[in-house]
């Protein structure tokens, strides 16, 4: 079984940082890109930010460009989110999910069903 937690979530103020974090365990397929994807209430979920097993390619939504930074750990096995400038309309429960090997691409990144695996989610609530 594979294994995802996040945690780093919280209530903040308009214009502060959040930093989260994703940890992925288990039986995964080796050199898994990673993202993050969120979900507000009444909408569907959406793409956050995305990270090759490497670390050296990324790949943004034009919303949260230039705010947030996804990164690598030491450990591949984690994946940071760095936000900046958080902004109401950020408000939502991000997700952490590990691509299949088989699947995933540079055109292909922001679907959903690239991704195998997904933790629960952790809830960012901004407020203005």
């Known amino acids: 079984q594979v294994q995802l937690e996040e945690s780093g979530g919280g209530l903040v103020q308009a214009g502060d940082s959040l930093r989260l974090s994703c940890a992925a365990s288990g039986r995964i397929f080796s050199n898994y890109a990673m993202g993050w994807f969120r979900q507000a209430p009444g909408k569907e979920r959406e793409f956050v930010a995305a990270?090759?097993?490497?670390?050296?390619?990324?790949y943004y939504a034009s919303s949260v460009k230039g705010r947030f930074t996804i990164s690598k750990g030491n450990a591949k096995n984690m994946v940071y989110l760095q936000m900046n400038s958080l902004k109401p309309e950020d408000t939502a429960e991000y997700c952490c999910?590990?691509?299949?090997?088989?699947?995933?691409?540079?055109?292909?990144?922001?679907?959903?069903?690239?991704?195998?695996?997904w933790g629960q989610g952790t809830q960012v609530t901004v407020s203005s």
């Open positions: 999910a590990v691509a299949s090997p088989f699947r995933y691409s540079s055109s292909n990144y922001y679907a959903e069903d690239v991704y195998d695996y």
């Open positions: 990270i090759s097993w490497s670390g050296g390619t990324t």
